[in-house]
């Protein structure tokens, strides 16, 4: 196997992009011996030509780059697994600001959640927050709607302030009126003061 190391020489590591001697590839050389299938190219082959995911034993031990857990990845054997994580500078296709897709998101990503490996963030976290937003509102306003006890102001006014997030203030006034006229007896001064802090976050909200 070590005749098999000495064709590449050297190798560029992909985590601090410094060209590396023989010797600084003990990590790599193991995978090599690890990892032998007759329908893919060797662990060299793959690291030489950009294929892989990898770092330097030196990344490794100062903390730069961490394992990777194969075991724990989906790469169903088309590829191989990633053997090291560490902080990958991407451009996010909404914003088209750079960001870092850290090692720990990464070991999040591929070895709890399971992501299969080729599958990569398009976009960066803020833009792949906002856009998930949308639909978990969405999805709570349907709960909430179906579920709702309409003499409870907690749930009303929940659902009163998603409301008002999507700007649906006829909607947020409509459950403003029902839960008023649902808890008609039972109106204190504690309640009657909520119902108006209520009914001023709508009318502040429509002068916005």
């Not at 031990?61 to 857990?69: D, E, L, T």
């Not at 792949?128 to 709960?143: A, D, F, G, H, V």
Request: net charge positive.
């Amino acid at each position: 196997m070590r005749s098999d190391l000495n064709k590449y020489n050297t190798l560029t590591c992909p985590c601090c992009r410094k060209k590396r001697q023989l010797k600084e590839f003990e990590q790599l050389e193991k995978l090599n011996k690890q990892y032998v299938f007759d329908y893919l190219i060797s662990v060299f082959e793959s690291a030489k030509y950009g294929y892989l995911q990898w770092a330097c034993d030196d990344c490794l031990k100062r903390g730069i780059a961490i394992n990777g857990k194969p075991e724990k990845q989906n790469w169903g054997g088309f590829t191989y697994p990633y053997f090291a994580f560490y902080d990958q500078e991407k451009k996010c296709s909404t914003c088209e600001q750079d960001f870092i897709f850290t090692k720990q998101e990464q070991i999040y990503w591929y070895e709890q959640l399971k992501f299969i490996v080729w599958s990569k963030p398009k976009d960066c976290a803020s833009c792949r927050k906002e856009k998930r937003e949308p639909k978990s509102r969405n999805t709570k306003i349907s709960n909430l709607v179906k579920n709702l006890e309409k003499d409870n102001i907690d749930q009303v006014e929940e659902l009163i302030d998603l409301y008002l997030d999507i700007n649906k203030v006829e909607k947020a006034k409509y459950y403003l009126a029902l839960i008023r006229k649902n808890l008609k007896k039972e109106i204190n001064v504690v309640l009657e003061q909520r119902l108006i802090k209520i009914k001023e976050k709508i009318t502040m909200h429509n002068t916005i």
